[in-house]
C-alpha cells in the first residue's frame, strides 16, 4: 500500500514513476510471492499486467509512460493475474465515472484531457 500512495503522489507532483520504486518492488513482490500468492502466480500476474499495459503504450503512443507499466507489474507480483484482472477493471471504470463526472459539470477541458492521458 505505502508503494501505490507514494507513488501516486509523486507521479502528480513530478510526472514521473520512478524506477527506484518499482523495480525493487516487483523483486519484493515476487520474492514474498511464496508465502503468498505462489511464485508462479505472482511472475505471471506481473509478465500479464505489465504485458498488458506494455501493448497499450505501444498501441497509444505516449498515453502512458514505462513507469506505469512497471507499476502494473508491481501489482501483478502482488496479486497475480485475478486481483491485476480487478486492479484493471476497477481503474477503468473509476476513470470513466471521473471523466463523465467533468463533462457532465462542464469542468471538462482539453488541458484536463491531456493531464488524465499524461500528455502534458
Do not use: C, H
Amino acid at each position: 500500500m505505502i508503494i501505490l500512495v507514494s507513488t501516486a503522489f509523486i507521479d502528480l507532483d513530478e510526472g514521473i514513476i520512478p524506477d527506484i520504486i518499482t523495480i525493487p518492488a516487483v523483486v519484493i513482490g515476487l520474492a514474498i510471492s511464496w508465502a503468498t500468492i505462489g511464485f508462479f502466480p505472482a511472475l505471471w500476474g506481473a509478465l500479464a499486467f505489465g504485458g498488458i499495459l506494455f501493448l497499450v503504450v505501444v498501441l497509444s503512443r505516449g498515453g502512458m509512460g514505462g513507469g506505469d507499466v512497471k507499476l502494473a507489474a508491481v501489482i501483478g507480483a502482488f496479486t497475480g493475474i485475478p486481483g491485476a484482472i480487478i486492479t484493471l477493471l476497477l481503474s477503468s471504470f473509476l476513470g470513466a465515472v471521473f471523466g463523465v463526472t467533468l463533462m457532465a459539470l462542464g469542468l471538462f477541458s482539453n488541458q484536463i484531457a491531456a493531464w488524465y492521458m499524461g500528455m502534458w
